[in-house]
């Protein structure tokens, strides 16, 4: 009896040596182990890269963004960046997690986005303001247009509410309600050479500025079709817009620390130099 006592105390310490042995194999191999154990021999590793996705418009945001590229590559960041020509893809595409966060448009447009579409978008942060100007067509001057003048605006509501606005500013219509940023033809008081208003898709005013008296273009628009907004503009808007371009992500995602670098980055002094030098006035920096 005394002997099978002692085989099973025997069994048990083995089995119990056993056990130590194995738990604690994981924290000799794991990363927070080894710099406790090795010191700064691990230290010198680079930290595992992040991938973080972002939709942007050519101009100027993926232009902007790859200015950056390197900063956020000093963190272990890699920034992918989708150029998309439309203004509802970015943000479907963040809101179904194909994409990490977007970079091509203002809060009011944001806003109204998740309003129409039960998107959950944030800001993130905002970046620059990309003044909305006004350019000839048929019509080579704003005091030269002529009773009953066609003018091409953006068909989206809050940009076309904008191009109205900057058109009131001009003096050519006067609105119902000057402080309505989602203001259409219909809210239109006062109109004294009798404008009639082509509503388009912003993307596609630029091809059809010739077939018009006047188009009111976004800037990134404007840039893509090779318009010098500073130069070509009739009448710009000045620094002081409301539009203040953003990054956008999926609500709660707004704190992420690859987020959080990626504004950095576009409000470093980097970005700040790249805006200036490169669009000379026809992107400004809001930070």
């Not at 040596?17 to 794991?30: E, I, N, Q, R, Y």
């Not at 809101?95 to 447009?109: R, S, V």
């Not at 109205?164 to 309600?177: N, S």
């Amino acid at each position: 009896m005394k002997k099978k006592l002692l085989a099973l105390a025997l069994a048990f310490g083995l089995t119990a040596s056993l056990a130590a042995c194995g738990s604690s194999a994981p924290a000799a191999s794991g990363s927070a182990g080894s710099a406790s154990a090795s010191g700064s021999a691990d230290a010198s590793k680079p930290a595992e890269t992040v991938t973080l996705r972002v939709a942007a418009s050519p101009t100027p945001h993926a232009e902007i963004l790859n200015a950056v590229k390197g900063i956020l590559a000093e963190q272990g960041i890699d920034l992918q960046v989708t150029e998309y020509d439309d203004y509802v893809v970015p943000n479907t595409a963040v809101e179904e997690g194909d994409e990490d966060a977007n970079y091509f448009q203002h809060l009011p447009y944001l806003d109204n986005f998740n309003a129409e579409n039960g998107t959950h978008l944030v800001s993130a942060g905002g970046i620059h303001i990309e003044p909305m100007g006004v350019y000839a067509g048929k019509t080579a001057s704003l005091k030269d247009l002529p009773d009953g003048a066609t003018i091409a605006i953006p068909n989206d509501a809050t940009n076309e509410g904008r191009a109205l606005l900057l058109l009131e500013a001009q003096g050519l219509i006067k609105l119902k309600d000057s402080t309505n940023l989602e203001s259409t033809p219909n809210d239109i008081a006062e109109n004294p050479k009798n404008l009639t208003f082509k509503e388009l898709e912003a993307a596609m005013i630029p091809n059809t500025v010739e077939e018009v008296d006047l188009s009111v273009i976004n800037c990134n628009y404007a840039l893509q079709a090779g318009f010098n907004p500073v130069k070509d503009a009739l009448a710009i808007e000045d620094a002081n817009s409301p539009y203040v371009n953003i990054v956008a992500v999926k609500e709660g995602h707004e704190n992420d620390p690859a987020i959080v670098a990626l504004v950095a980055a576009l409000q470093s002094e980097t970005a700040r130099e790249f805006i200036t030098s490169t669009y000379k006035g026809a992107v400004v920096p809001a930070f």
